[in-house]
């Protein structure tokens, strides 16, 4: 009960700050022009108990005790019971201080009198009587003037009889309702985002799976890229010049292997015939691929490429 009267606080009302979670609130809002400040502090009785408002600073009006700022004779106060809502009397003593502003305890003073003869007399001590509260030219909107002297006593005395008039009151209907719809709206929200949690989960297995998908990818493509790099060094020019200087190189050391054993009669003519020609062939393909490369590197080599 002590949360849901607090949640009241937070709802009917803007500005609100917290000085000490669950014991200490205020608020502040403008009155004529002066930003004002109602502490709310929460006994540890609370909400058993009515809780202690004070304004800063200290008004001249007759709801506020002009020692310590308390906020005493509001209805709201008067009339607390455990099925008040904070948020409720907080915002009616604010409004009716926005909609009527008070003066400042220290605005208030004497002015000086004079006698009908022109001469001056000291002057009077200044004037504390608290003036009359707007509130009571204003029409009556607790229904008050309609109760006869015994309503009016068991009023006073009987506080279900009391609750009961309070429920009933026009603006304290039209208040339960708004409450009642913005608490409605709460849970309305509340439900909707416990709705989509099972949608947020499955979002997150999916994303969860396209995280390992795109991993795996990551896996293959460094893979593939290394094979890549591989393959660009096997076939890079530079490579194959270097494997046609290889082959011509053994190709001619093959045709003069043949010719050393025609020479040395480890051979016939027709074998050497035919052994050496096909080296010397293969030889001289090579290196005819050999040189049309170098010139083809040496033109990419002036061109800058």
């Known amino acids: 009960m002590r949360k849901r009267q607090i949640d009241t606080l937070k709802i009917f009302n ?18 004529g022009g002066r930003e004002l400040v109602i502490n709310i502090i929460l006994g540890a009785d609370f909400p058993n108990v009515k809780p202690k408002l004070i304004v800063s600073p200290i008004l001249n009006h007759p709801w506020v005790n002009a020692s310590t700022g308390e906020i005493e004779n509001a209805p709201g106060i008067l009339n607390y019971t455990i099925h008040s809502d904070l948020g409720r009397v907080v915002q009616a003593i604010s409004r009716e201080f926005e909609r009527h502003p008070p003066q400042l305890l220290n605005e208030t003073s004497g002015t000086p009198q004079h006698c009908r003869n022109g001469n001056s007399q000291e002057p009077k001590a200044p004037d504390r009587r608290i003036v009359a509260s707007p509130v009571a030219v204003e029409q009556d909107v607790f229904g008050l003037q309609a109760l006869s002297l015994e309503d009016l006593n068991r009023l006073k005395v009987d506080e279900d009889y009391l609750e009961n008039f309070i429920e009933k009151i026009g603006f304290v209907q039209n208040q339960s309702n708004e409450m009642n719809n ?29 995280y390992e998908e795109f991993k795996e990818l990551g896996e293959r493509y460094e893979a593939l890229n290394q094979k890549y790099q591989k393959k660009s060094e096997d076939f890079s020019p530079q490579h194959i010049k270097e494997l046609l200087q290889i082959a011509v190189s053994a190709a001619d050391t093959r045709s003069d292997e043949e010719a050393h054993k ?44």
Request: aromatic share 8%; charged share 30%; net charge negative.
């Open 14 to 31: 803007l500005n609100v700050q917290q000085v000490k979670e669950n014991e200490e609130y205020l608020i502040n809002f403008e009155s």
């Open 262 to 305: 025609f020479l040395a009669g480890d051979s016939d003519v027709g074998t050497f015939l035919g052994n050496f020609i096909e080296s010397r062939k293969s030889y001289t393909m090579r290196k005819a691929k050999e040189d049309r490369l170098v010139q083809q590197l040496t033109a990419l080599e002036r061109a800058a490429f």
């Open 182 to 210: 913005l608490l409605d709206q709460i849970e309305q929200t509340a439900t909707e985002n416990l709705a989509k949690k099972q949608h947020i989960e499955g979002q997150k297995a999916k994303l969860d799976e396209i």
